[in-house]
C-alpha cells in the first residue's frame, strides 16, 4: 500500500513539476519586449492625424504589418525594417473614446519569431496608453 501511495505522489509531483516548466517556457518575458519594442500612437488635434511611432531597439525586425481597427475603412500597412513613423489622418476623436480604434504591430523579428503588440492612441496631454505583447 505505501508503495502504491509512492507512486501516486511521485506521478503527481512530476506531473506538476511538468506543467510549471511548460507554462514557464511559453511565458512572454513582458519586460524584454518592452525595452525592445517602444511603440507610439499620439492624436494631434491640430493637425488632423495620429502619428504612430515603432522603434525595435535590437534592430532585428525584419517586417511588421501596422492596423488601426475600428476604422470606417481599414487601415492596414506594411513595412520592412526595425522603425518606422506613420502619420493617419483622423478628423475628431471617435465618438466612443480612442479605446474603440486599437493600434495593432504584427512584428517578425529575428530572435522572437512573430509578435503582437497592441496598444491604444492617446492626446499629448494623456498618459501613454498600456501596451500589450503577445507570441504569436
Do not use: C
Not at 499620439?42 to 522603434?55: D, H, K, N
Not at 504584427?106 to 496598444?119: A, L, R, S
Amino acid at each position: 500500500m505505501a508503495r502504491k501511495l509512492i507512486l501516486i505522489i511521485s506521478i503527481i509531483l512530476v506531473s506538476v513539476l511538468a506543467i510549471l516548466f511548460l507554462i514557464e517556457s511559453y511565458s512572454i518575458d513582458r519586460e524584454l519586449f518592452a525595452n525592445t519594442f517602444i511603440v507610439d500612437a499620439i492624436y494631434l488635434e491640430e493637425e488632423g492625424y495620429v502619428e504612430i511611432s515603432f522603434l525595435d531597439n535590437s534592430g532585428k525586425t525584419k517586417s511588421v504589418v501596422l492596423e488601426i481597427l475600428g476604422m470606417p475603412e481599414s487601415f492596414q500597412k506594411n513595412f520592412i525594417g526595425s522603425e518606422f513613423s506613420e502619420r493617419v489622418p483622423f478628423s475628431e476623436t471617435p465618438k466612443y473614446g480612442w479605446k474603440t480604434n486599437p493600434v495593432t504591430f504584427v512584428v517578425e523579428h529575428e530572435e522572437f519569431g512573430k509578435i503582437g503588440i497592441k496598444t491604444e492612441i492617446h492626446t499629448p496631454s494623456e498618459p501613454h496608453a498600456p501596451i500589450i505583447f503577445s507570441k504569436m
